[in-house]
Each structure stands twice: as C-alpha cells, then as structure tokens.
C-alpha cells in the first residue's frame, strides 16, 4: 500500500510517498480504509522531533521517529476487524485516531479510538475532528470548567484547536472573546464569538476585561502577561504552542505554570488531551446536534502530505487541513 514515511528527524521535506506493507490485524484491532486523514502541529512536532528535549523524555523517539508512518487523525471505512471486535463492522464509515493514517490503510488499535462517522460529514470534514476537537473539548469542559455565563478568552481563536474550542464554548452557554488575525475576524464571529481581537490592530491583553478562562494555543506571551486577562480566580489552560527548532520550546511554561499555582489564586494549568472514546462520542453528538461544525482550510491529496505540513507549520492555518487519501 501507499503511504507517508518519515525515516529520521527533519522537515517536512524529510517526508516521502512509499510502498509498504499491509498492517497486520490482530484479534482487537480495526484497520481502516483512510480516505482522510487530518494534520495537526502535533504531526510536525513528531516529524522534527521538537522540541529536541521531547526525545529525551522518549515521546517522540530518540534518535529517530517513533511511528514510521506519519498522522494520527483518520476518517475511512472498515475494512477488516479482528475476531473481538464488536463495535463497528466491515463497511461502517468512521472516524477517530489511528496511528500512521496518512497510508492508504490504518491500524486502529485500542479499537474503541474510531467510533461511526456523523452522516452529514464529509471524510474530509470527520478526519479534522479528533485531536483538535478532543483537545478543545478538555480545555473548555475539564480544564477551564466552564459554566454558562461565564467568559473564555481563546488566543488562536481561528486555528484547529481555536475553531473548536470557540464553537464547544458558545454550546455550553459560555461568552468568548476570540483572538486571531485579520482575515479571520468574521469567520470567528460567525462561529459564534461575541467580540473577536485583531492582534494585529491591538493587544488583547490590553483591555479592562477579565475571564474566568483564557485558552491559549500559540505559547508567545508570558504567564504574567497572560494572567492579566483572568479574574483573580480564573483558569489559565495551557495548550502547547511554539515554533520549530527550539530546544524546549514552550514545554518550559509547563513547569513554570505549575510552581505559580503554590503561589497563585488562579488556576494554571498545562495540559495534553488523553484520547478517551467517550470525548469522540461527545464530539459526534454536537456535530450531529449542529453545534460543531469543522472549519477546513485546504486539502492536498495524498502525495504533497509535505506541502500540506509546510503549511500547517507556518501556524497560520484556517482552521484544519485535511489529506484526502482515497
């Protein structure tokens, strides 16, 4: 089969189109026909291996990627099940996080990671879901706690993870302030912000208001800074961020934001999404209630995987971008 091999640490031009074999199905295992598979900054932190202490601490490999095939996000058909699978069948459509998705073929496994697609989705539409849409989902819901009423300020408001986050805030009843550039302002309005931030005309740290939450996804301004914008008791959700070829990178607010919280009435706090099947199911839900709705940039077909990476590594993004496979 076709597929995307990254064999060393590098650009995305370290990236190329090759023949491998077939992933072999064991008894709880889905692989999946990939017809989609979405792209996240996650994708290129692994290609680089970045930042470089990620390798020592083993989540990206060490010397070279841990994962020969690249991607994670994947929307297909069932092709085949092993013998203990019983919660999607050969020919449902689906979608979620497989391992190695940008290749014609997927290996699921835990199996309860893809769940059934919504039926008003494209493939394209389902493979920008997960990794974004998880990630936002935790940070709105788990991390920030988020009550109707109450505000969330979101910088990168027009991002994957930004796009998400502004539309699963609006559906709780929340009030939020997004932050991107100006050729994003409407589209961030139209998802449902209540007053959107043109950092390129003014700071939004600047202003008298206060939130009971800030989600920030781009991980260039100080905590202290950040921490302005917060009620005295408000949540500070850290989500990565950061630009290719640091050493640490922004991995370094982590440990920052953590020992402030000893001394601090706001919440900090740094975190990653744990992929858990029932965050899929809930995303599915908004999607199919018409709450949730994936903002695509562009899609590149299955062999310029590198120029669709180049591109989501520039971090000006619109919202996902998106491989068609097959």
Not at 155 to 176: D, H, S
Not at 216 to 230: M, S
Request: net charge positive; proline share 6%; with cysteine.
């Amino acid at each position: 089969m076709k597929a995307i091999v990254q064999e060393r640490f590098g650009p995305p031009d370290s990236l190329r189109l090759a023949d491998v074999d077939m992933p072999r199905v064991g008894p709880d295992d889905v692989l999946v026909r990939v017809r989609a598979a979405g792209l996240n900054p996650y994708d290129w932190h692994m290609l680089r291996g970045d930042p470089y202490v990620a390798r020592l601490m083993g989540g990206v490999g060490a010397r070279r990627p841990k994962a020969r095939v690249a991607g994670i996000d994947a929307a297909g058909t069932v092709e085949r099940v092993g013998e203990n699978v019983r919660d999607v069948r050969p020919g449902d459509e689906v979608f979620g996080l497989c391992a190695g998705a940008l290749a014609e073929y997927a290996l699921v496994a835990p199996r309860g990671l893809v769940i059934r697609k919504p039926a008003g989705l494209t493939f394209e539409q389902a493979a920008a879901i997960p990794l974004a849409g998880g990630t936002a989902l935790r940070a709105v819901r788990d991390v920030a706690r988020l009550r109707a009423g109450q505000r969330l300020l979101v910088n990168g408001a027009a991002g994957g993870v930004g796009t998400f986050a502004v539309q699963i805030a609006v559906a709780l009843g929340v009030e939020v302030t997004g932050v991107c550039g100006t050729r994003n302002v409407e589209l961030v309005r139209a998802l449902g912000a209540t007053r959107v931030v043109d950092y390129t005309a003014e700071d939004f740290l600047d202003g008298p208001e206060h939130h009971d939450a800030l989600l920030d996804n781009v991980g260039n301004r100080r905590l202290r800074h950040l921490r302005r914008a917060l009620t005295p008791t408000g949540t500070l959700a850290m989500n990565s961020g950061g630009a290719p070829g640091q050493v640490i990178g922004a991995v370094a607010n982590f440990p920052r934001g953590l020992a402030l919280n000893l001394f601090v009435r706001q919440r900090i706090r740094p975190f990653v999404w744990k992929p858990e099947r029932a965050d899929l199911l809930t995303l599915a839900e908004l999607v199919e209630g018409g709450k949730l709705t994936p903002v695509l940039d562009r899609t590149y077909p299955l062999p310029d995987a590198a120029e669709a990476l180049r591109h989501v590594e520039g971090g000006h993004a619109r919202g996902k971008v998106v491989v068609t496979v097959g």
